[in-house]
């Protein structure tokens, strides 16, 4: 058996996590293709519907008593605007449900197979930044392992990702989930971040402002919208 190499560090983990979310995702999106863009439509019309009551329930307040706490009154007051939200919640978490368990299944299996059933120990995203999972002795992880491993991330995301961040202590940056399955991400050779690795990052925070802006703008737009339309 050859010797371990040294444990991998937080964000060579971190970029090979996002490359193989990233692969995972698409193959979510692909896989389901037509039933995701049914419910993003049903979504998009709850979501129009509850636009609409909201601005109802705003232009019969300034047009009544101009007070923005009449406005709040009438809103939580209305029958309507409770049931177009209700609507609304229900089928947004019908996609991101879905989607999510979609994906939840489809990463166990590539993590699963990647990790206990191929010479490289790695997920395409560990495999390209040169990491590889093993047990904490350097043997092999197994199937059983593999799996525990993967569930135990479940508690990383619930826990907030403490779990995930625990992985920043040195000198083994161990997660939550590699000390409940006994596991260690180890990198092959002494090579640091490659070039497109940090590319990669920074493309990761341009696309989280972008997508937080495009939210905030789609928001306001379709309120201002349905406004607009009762007025």
Not at 57 to 79: I, K, T
Not at 215 to 229: G, K
Request: some cysteine; glycine content about 10%; hydrophobic content about 60%.
């Amino acid at each position: 058996m050859n010797a371990p190499g040294a444990p991998a560090g937080f964000w060579p983990r971190y970029l090979a996590w996002s490359l193989d979310a990233a692969l995972v995702a698409l193959a979510t999106c692909l896989l389901g293709a037509n039933h995701w863009r049914l419910l993003i439509a049903a979504a998009a019309r709850a979501w129009d519907a509850l636009n609409q009551r909201v601005a109802d329930a705003m232009a019969a307040s300034a047009l009544d008593d101009l007070a923005f706490g009449g406005f709040l009154g009438r809103l939580g007051a209305d029958p309507q605007v409770h049931a177009a939200a209700a609507a609304a919640t229900a089928a947004l978490l019908s996609l991101v449900l879905g989607w999510l368990m979609v994906y939840a299944v489809l990463g166990f299996a590539l993590e699963v197979a990647c990790i206990a059933f191929t010479s490289w120990r790695a997920t395409p995203g560990k495999r390209a930044l040169g990491l590889y999972v093993a047990a904490r002795d350097g043997g092999e992880l197994g199937a059983g392992r593999a799996a525990l491993r993967y569930l135990g991330g479940s508690l990383s995301w619930l826990s907030f990702n403490i779990g995930h961040l625990v992985a920043m202590a040195k000198p083994e940056h161990l997660a939550l989930h590699d000390r409940l399955a006994g596991a260690s991400v180890r990198r092959r050779g002494g090579a640091g971040l490659p070039p497109w690795g940090w590319a990669w990052l920074l493309l990761q925070l341009a696309a989280a402002l972008a997508a937080c802006v495009w939210l905030a703008w789609t928001m306001q737009a379709s309120l201002d919208e349905a406004l607009y339309a009762a007025l």
